[in-house]
């Protein structure tokens, strides 16, 4: 069993946000929740009564009231809380006190923060959402965004909201192509964009792509120019953003149907255009309040600091926050630049609650920067680790370098459902490699092939009873045909996410990858996190990549591709090292036909690895067919690969 690193004193639990919500459920059910476990065992026994009991928990009072908790059709068409009206930003705005601070806005390189407060955020909502409504925009019309991380991606969802309408935003490391296949989709008639970026140091213009957008986004009426980056005049036919921000107008929020579309947010789209994942107003605010309270435990005035890009739906959760009356740190920038520099904007916010990729921890770990030696980090009690798991020695890094006292929460889950299925909570201790376990509401199991429920075995991630914040819809997908296919098709009702898990005897719960990309070696399994966890904490490895392809006669072709660390190579003694290390670390099974040093490993924008692009390169599929380069973060490495398939093919 892997070692306990960390375990909650009983005063902490008591004081936590999760145990007020339990203390307040044993009154209202009349039963005893001791802990997480007896409460995720009552919310999936009765999942409909657990969802409403955070509806009356956070005082979410619909404008006119449900007629059916749930719907009794199988997902995907499994409708909430039917009848019921409201608006997600008025929930996302409602408590937090006037003149606490709502947004905290920072660019890297140390430039001084800027505070926004709750008042001040309303009246902004109020003046773009009554711009947009001079400006014709109904209930239903969608608004894009080419944004990074600032006040004005959160101003505009929130306004969009308000109105009705249907929120889209693309991060400007977007390039011109990945943007238009996205938000050409949608058919927006607003565009809120940016004219650059900050990124290591340097300053990034986007002009171009702005244009692109203008000339090849047809249904455009308006374009709102936002000025993050340069002191330039505002393009010609486009409304400057202050202009807008400075309508008066009073606040008011479109009540809208519990299902009403209130944003979209693609999946990463490797090949093809990309899937628009259409949210609904009630399922993401009931999600919201169950994350920000339950889970990241926030309270009026506190922050939560999340390093996100608006192309990740982290940015979408962390805006949940709002809810809870508590405040955002928004960071504009790298999170390298300097050497951990998210570590540094932690401390100076006084964020209490840090989110955060796991490849960011990752990459802080290998500068040997030590920001508890060089920053008061005595708020934070609480860092959130998603993207991908957290390798054993991530886990390790924090306790040695944040702080022994700060919880470490490894969470997976998904865009598809703009929040997570397993993570940790005040109750479990934490395990280097494993995460908590299941979430409230989350009745998620592990499946083998035969679709039977399967313990300290690796299986499919599957969730059997629907929850609130699923897709009410594919955008452009009549008759759920592709939302069906993409995740109903292997079990008819039942959700299969795609990733490979263990469900642990004790509860907690291993994530080894994406099933898609498993390895399949003689007949065994293997993960391809398991391998970058054990890789990646050599000091002359930068980054790797495995690859399983059948071959013909039924051969099978493992092989690992290796990012040196600046100033290293691949020579036999790496070489020989990589074998000894995943040989006695994990099994010989684990040990590659062939290690291959590369020049990069390519990912989504949204930092993921293109495995499966890359396998399909390697099983003789053309570049073209195999990836869509406008969502590749570095066409160059992918093009790399497919030069090494032709070769290997050859």
Known sequence: M?????????????GSALRGYLDWLQEREGRAFPDHDALWAWSVEDVGRFWVSLVDYYGVEPSAPWTEVRTDDPMPRTR???????????QALRRGAGDAVALVCVQEGGRPAREITFDELRRSVAGVAGWLRRAGVRPGDRVGAYLPNTEHAVIGALAAAAVGAVWACCSPDFGAEGTTGRLAQLEPTVLIATDGYHWNGKEVDRADVVAHLRENLPTLRHIVHVACV????HPEGATPWDEVV????????????????LWVLFTSGTTGLPKGLVHGHGGITLEGLKWSGLYAGMRPGERLFAFTSTGWALWNMQVNVLMQGAGIVLYEGSPGYPAGAVWEVAARTGAQVVLIGAAVITATAGTGVRPAQEHDLSRLRHVMVSGSALPEAGYHWVMENIGADVRIDSTSGGTDVSGAFVGANEYTPVRPGRIGGRLAGVDCAAWDEDGNPVVESVGDLVITQPMPSMPIHLWNDPDDARYTESYFDTWPGVWRHGDWVTMHADGSVSVHGRSDSTLNRQGVRLGS??????????????????VGVDLP?????????????????LDDALKQKIVSTLRTRLTPRHVPDEIVEAPAVPHTLSGKRLEVPIKKLLSGRPLEKAANLAS???????????????????
């Open 230 to 233: 340069f002191d330039r005049p």
């Open 553 to 569: 006669d039924d051969g099978y072709w493992l092989g690992l591709f290796v990012v040196p660390a600046p100033g290293q190579v």
């Open 2 to 14: 892997t070692d306990t690193i960390w375990s909650p004193t009983q005063a902490r639990i008591e």
């Open 80 to 90: 909430w809380f039917t009848g019921a009206t409201l608006n997600w930003a008025e």
């Open 529 to 546: 996190s398991d391998f970058y966890d054990v890789l990646e904490t050599l000091p002359e490895i930068s980054e790797t990549l495995v």
């Open 632 to 650: 590749v973060d570095d066409p160059d490495a992918l093009r790399w690969y497919a030069r090494f398939a032709e070769g290997r093919q050859a």
């Open 246 to 261: 400075a309508t008066e107008a009073p606040l008011e929020f479109e009540q809208v149907e519990f299902s009403h579309p």
